[in-house]
Nanobody
């Protein structure tokens, strides 16, 4: 079964850090662009960051650029999001997603095939 499972969310103080993980099973991430999305209550889901299937090209939402770092470990079939300098505005459910895009050096914030169930990140005020 194709599955993505997020972990690492929790409650942190402003300025704190979290590292989210997304473990893939049923497929191999190396042929996929993979990304992180988030959705706060009452708001639409938005793209946070993505990384291409080849070359490690990364893209970030303006709101997180310089604070978050996306990475992938193809050997572990896992995606990560290191979140530093967290703000209350970062509070959301964070989802990982995968888009088949082999031999591609870029990634979009749309069209993803597979989605995880999400992990809650809460940054207290």
């Amino acid at each position: 079964q194709v599955q993505l499972v997020e972990s690492g969310g929790g409650l942190v103080q402003p300025g704190g850090s979290l590292r989210l993980s997304c473990a893939a099973s049923g497929f191999t991430l190396d042929d996929y662009a993979i990304g992180w999305f988030r959705q706060a209550p009452g708001k639409e889901r938005e793209g946070v960051s993505c990384i291409s299937s080849r070359g490690g090209s990364t893209y970030y939402a303006v709101s997180v650029k310089g604070r978050f770092t996306i990475s992938r470990d193809n050997a572990k079939n896992t995606l990560y999001l290191q979140m530093n300098s967290l703000k209350p505005e970062d509070t959301a459910v964070y989802y990982c997603a995968a888009l088949r895009a082999p031999y591609t050096y870029s990634c979009p914030f749309y069209g993803y095939h597979y989605w995880g169930q999400g992990t809650q990140v809460t940054v207290s005020s």
